[in-house]
């Protein structure tokens, strides 16, 4: 059974770094793609980032360069390391997967999620 479990999130000041991990519980992610998601107060779903079975890597344009998504299968275990981060990066951070291998930024195609975790910048 999936089950995913993020941490890592928390208060940061502008410009800071935070290293969220997302643990699934239940199986290793080897095989299948995982994502991050990312919602704030009244704005819908947003897609942070992606990686796939083999480890390729996808960002929106508006994050690449600050973010880098990796994953451990040996620790079924997926990070997301932010850097210079700002305050419109405030919102509640989600890790998913999906039953498939490949990527998608749509949250639509993600079946299984975790609770969340906080992240708030701010000075």
């Known amino acids: 059974q999936v089950q995913l479990v993020e941490s890592g999130g928390g208060l940061v000041q502008p410009g800071g770094s935070l290293r969220l991990s997302c643990l699934d519980t239940g199986r290793t992610f080897s095989g299948h793609a995982v994502a991050w998601f990312r919602q704030a107060p009244g704005k819908e779903r947003e897609f942070v980032s992606c990686i796939d079975w083999n480890s390729r890597t996808y960002y929106p344009d508006s994050a690449k360069g600050r973010l880098t998504i990796s994953r451990d299968n040996a620790k079924s275990t997926v990070y997301l390391e932010m850097n210079s981060l700002k305050p419109e990066d405030t919102a509640v951070y989600y890790c998913?997967?999906?039953?498939?291998?490949?990527?998608?930024?749509?949250?639509?195609?993600?079946?299984?999620w975790g609770q969340g975790t906080q992240v708030t910048v701010t000075s």
């Open positions: 998913s997967s999906r039953e498939r291998r490949y990527y998608t930024s749509d949250p639509k195609n993600y079946e299984n």
